[in-house]
């Protein structure tokens, strides 16, 4: 016996179920153990940031994950499993602070960075543990509690290794330069961390009067967004060929900006250069002893401002460049918190945005402001505290590419990136990436082992062990290579012996911790697998994780697979290919998944003040696991997923006609006795003498195997979930609807094709939903089968062969015609019980040997094929080409085009009124139908309904109406499906004609005639 169904699965109460059985039956360890010794499949996790719970974006990529790796072991492929978590850096850093209420860097040395570190690493402790809780009842397989953590010491020895290694080969440096800048982190952002991180904002624009020096009474007008970079000001830039004007009011500007003003002299941008003028705020200390003068620059625009552009080389990019070039001044107005150093008098302490409105009203006031007004543009914001980036002069370690640059392109050729377009993304981002920014001023993070000596030497640490070696200093009390501790150690110069040479206080780019996993975790270059031997530093007692050895890494590297979010394009992806070329010349990953953004349901981002954050716990209880994951593989990877409670109503909705099917066979097997037998999964039921239906679905679900398994080696799962949902539409409104009849009796080769197509069913899906597949497999095989596996994902991947092509395209071809037909009947006003004389189908070369059960599907007498009307295709001339071509004779043509008088000449091209003409030059219209007729069709199809309705027809309809209030009549009596009735119909001849016919449906044992339609059980 199988046990009943529920009118409609409680997805979290049956996922909590399996999740347990899971555990008690060692589902996960068994598979492991069984695939152990098989082919290899390497998948590399991206660590996820351990500063959360786990959330529903973050759910997405894992559900990918662990979708492809249950597939990969259903295939036996042996796998690590190994989860990451991503454990230092900023992210860490400022979610801590805002924890302990602490708010600038001050703040944190004043609270101790022992104590600091202390919380980082206790907040990614209880984060790692809420990720993997949540992991797990997402279904996610991982080998939990053997995890990687960024922050463990084999991991930073690693990326040590990796610097040293850069810097051995030149590409080390300490650059001076302009850099983007968060004044609340207190640290420079690097370009890979601006990407999507601009927002609109409102800023000052302004007009300021330059007053040029030997020209009295003239001036240069300048425009800015940015009132605090004019107390840094040192030049104004103009076009060398571009014409400036000056003004009656005695102001220079651009004559193309201002076309229409009087000018009362006129020279090129070349002239003014070199013209000496009074800057805004020289009598601030600050500005003391700077030259102000205008340089030339080819970068001016003319398509905003006045023509004429402020140049502060303290404060911009651009501008620092030109001070290389023409030998500027550098003034730097703000410190590290973007605050106005005290040589700027009264600006002394304020901050950027705070010194704006004072700045403007100081301009005013001495008569230097033009015009002030509002501007909105697209500026940067920091990607962690959300505060407005600015520019700033920042002395910051790099890595510089150039030479490694044409091996990142060639490694990158090598990989298969889904979507395709994301490949091209990371092609684009390879050749236009400027050198790697790898320091950050912050203190949890990796140490850059970096030690310069006076004498001018820089020693680059490599491992753990070196650095011991060169100690002069503090080794003693390094509990783990995080500051303060690591900061405590001073080393020997290798060059002069200078000892006492310190580590430079900067911490690393997070994307080197991530970046050097494919290295750290596989035990690249150890010589010796050490049990336990990856948990060390800060991650001691996090993790069970083995060291593994060279030979181990060799098996495992390249990963077969990656996936990630694409924004992870210039991250993850990049740092990890980076790293890789410049240790082992190859790309780390052999193919990649990517997936664009995740949207809430109605296209807006999710933001937790918005309050259209979806918590996972929440859509565990609400939605389930199994209908998240499905949403989550049902998505195409270019486009952006819409999350939210309304498409998982819809998936639950869809999912109820595989319920339904299911239940359908556990009732009438139930009521019949059937009993399964394992060895029909493969190659489904034998020795049973099978209906043409049953060969067809079996036909149909090795369709569906063969479909699945491309999706998934696609790497394309919403081709899975596309492929699923139409075989559960072909066995539901197909095979069950038209097998019915045969289920109310014991017809062996009915159940056992029914049984082995939604069991395979099952199989494929189960990756995608892994609770409803494993539930229903128990019911449904492992119970009643005493030789079957326990769990679906033990009983391997489906192979059934190529399926026979030629039958499905049939009985598609012949539901094509029934939809289309259901589609004629509902445009005419037709009930579908209403009989009908005849159908005409045009275009269907494979049904007709199917014409039984289209006229029992759309209850009509007689189907005739390529016969009958046809929906004529209004045809019109395409004028805008015809009509210089023909002329005159377009009346004509039209005329004949409407009156159907056309001869095709095939490619779509026809002749008309002794014409030629082409495809394009006949602009076919909608269709006209023919009255008597209702017609349907698709691009190859036409179905054509014959809609009189004579008397017999109409008595017809009558008899097929009241059997079927009959029958909703015992349901509501809540009859059992084998009751027998006595039936009492009032006295209606014409009707009571049909008695058989109607005794025979309504299972009635006798017709009475009475009163008012009534039943009693017989
Ligand atoms: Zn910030
Ligand atoms: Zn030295």
Known sequence: MFRQLPPVPDHPTLEEEILSWWEERRIFDRLRERNHGGPVWSFIDGPVTANKTLGVHTAWGRTLKDVFQRYKALRGFDQRYQNGFDCQGLWIEVGVERELGLNSKR?????????????????????????????????????????????????????????????????????????????????????????????????????????????PGQSLTIWTTTPWTLPANVAAAVHPDEEYGLQENGEWVAVKRYPDETYVERRRGADLVGWRYDGPFDHLPAAKGIAHRVISWDEVTMDEGTGIVHIAPGCGTEDFELSRVHDLPIVMPVDEAGRFYDRFGWLHGLSTSESAEQIVADLAERGRLVAAAEYTHRYPFCWRCNTPLIFRIADDWFISVDDVRPRLLAANATVEWTPAYFGKRMDDWLRNMGDWNISRRRYFGLPLPIYPCGCGHVTVVGSRAELKELATAGMDQLVELHRPWIDAVEIRCPACETEGVQRIPEIGDVWLDAGIVPFS??????????????????????????????????????????????????????????????????????????????????????????????????????????????????????????????????????????????????????????????????????????????????????????????????????????????????????????????????????????????????????????????????????????????????????ELGEPDERLLAEIAEVRRIVELGREARSTAGVKLRQPLRRVYVRGARLAREHAQEIAEELRVDEVGFDQGPVAQVRLLPNLRVLGPRLGRKVPEIKAALERGEVEELGGGRLRVAGEELEAEEVIRGERVEISGWTIAYNETVSVALDTEIDAELELRGQVYELIHTVNTMRKDAGLELTDRIVLTLPDRGDVLGHKDWIKAETLATRIEVGEALAITKA
């Open 107 to 215: 703040d944190i040395e004043e609270y101790g960075l022992a104590e600091f570190a202390r919380k980082c690493r206790e907040k990614v402790a209880w984060s790692a543990q809420e990720l993997i809780r949540g992991s797990k009842r997402l279904g996610q397989w991982m080998d939990w509690g053997n995890d990687y953590y960024t922050f463990s010491d084999t991991n930073i020895s690693y990326i040590w290794r990796f610097l040293k290694l850069v810097h051995e080969r030149g590409w080390l440096y300490r650059g001076h330069r302009s850099t983007e800048w968060c004044p609340r982190c207190g640290t420079s952002i690097s370009a890979h961390e601006l990407v999507g991180s601009y927002e609109e904002r409102i800023d000052p624009s302004l007009f300021v009067r330059f007053p040029l020096i030997d020209r």
């Open 521 to 798: 975790t596989l035990g690249w270059q150890n010589p010796q697998w050490v049990e336990g031997g990856y948990g060390t530093g800060a991650a001691n007692e996090l993790t069970g994780a083995d060291l593994p050895d060279h030979e181990y890494w060799q098996s495992w590297f390249p990963a077969h697979w990656v996936s990630e979010m694409r924004e992870q394009i210039r991250l993850w992806f990049y740092s990890q290919l980076f790293m890789s070329v410049c240790l082992v010349d190859k790309a780390p990953f052999r193919s990649v998944l990517g997936y664009e953004k995740m949207l809430d349901e109605h296209g807006r981002p999710m933001h937790g003040s918005w309050g259209n954050l979806i918590p996972a716990e929440e859509a565990f209880a609400r939605m389930g696991a199994d209908v998240m994951r499905w949403q989550y593989c049902d998505q195409p990877p270019d486009r952006d997923l819409l999350f939210g409670y309304g498409p998982a109503h819809e998936i639950k909705r869809k999912l109820l006609t595989l319920w339904n099917s299911v239940g359908f066979l556990v009732r009438y097997a139930n009521i019949e006795g059937f009993r399964p037998t394992v060895s029909d999964l493969a190659p489904g039921p034998v020795g049973v003498e099978l209906r043409p239906l049953d060969r067809w679905i079996l036909e149909r679900t090795k369709k569906l195997v063969t479909d699945a398994t491309a999706a998934l080696e696609e790497q394309l799962t919403h081709r899975l979930i596309a492929a699923f949902e139409s075989f559960v539409d072909d066995l539901s409104n197909w095979y069950i609807r038209r097998s019915r009849r045969r289920f109310y009796g014991y017809d062996d080769a009915a159940f056992r094709a029914l049984w082995f197509a939604l069991v395979t069913g099952l199989r494929v899906i189960a990756p995608v939903m892994p609770f409803l597949a494993d539930h229903l497999w128990r019911n449904l095989v492992a119970d009643p089968c005493a030789e079957a596996p326990d769990s679906i994902f033990l009983a391997g991947w489906p």
